[in-house]
Nanobody, 113 residues
Framework: QVQLVESGGGLVQPGGSLRLSCAAAGSDFNNMGWYRQAPGKERDLVAT???????NYEDSVKGRFTISRDGAKNTVLLQMNSLKPEDTAVYYCYAVQRGYAYWGQGTQVTVSS
């Protein structure tokens, strides 16, 4: 059973920064990344990273968020800078292993003054 444990969410003022971390128990993960879901909205892609380091970002976070990965430890990080109130959401980590996607429980990020 693959388990993903997220950490790093919280409350931050507009313009601030947070770093999310997700540790996946197991090995041989292909794509890893983050989605987010705001109240009353669907879960949307934030950023992804492949096993060889290729990244993809949702347009609204480009230039503000950076995804990285420690392959040896199966950990994926999301550095979030210049946060805006519209970034407020529950952030979910995911990891793909042998064609199956596993999800974390989610971590709340609230951007508010």
């Amino acid at each position: 059973q693959v388990q993903l444990v997220e950490s790093g969410g919280g409350l931050v003022q507009p313009g601030g920064s947070l770093r999310l971390s997700c540790a996946a128990a197991g090995s041989d993960f292909n794509n890893m990344g983050w989605y987010r879901q705001a109240p009353g909205k669907e879960r949307d892609l934030v950023a992804t990273i492949t096993w060889d380091g290729r990244t993809n970002y949702e347009d609204s976070v480009k230039g503000r968020f950076t995804i990285s990965r420690d392959g040896a430890k199966n950990t994926v990080l999301l550095q979030m800078n210049s946060l805006k109130p519209e970034d407020t959401a529950v952030y979910y980590c995911y990891a793909v292993q042998r064609g199956y996607a596993y999800w974390g429980q989610g971590t709340q990020v609230t951007v508010s003054s």
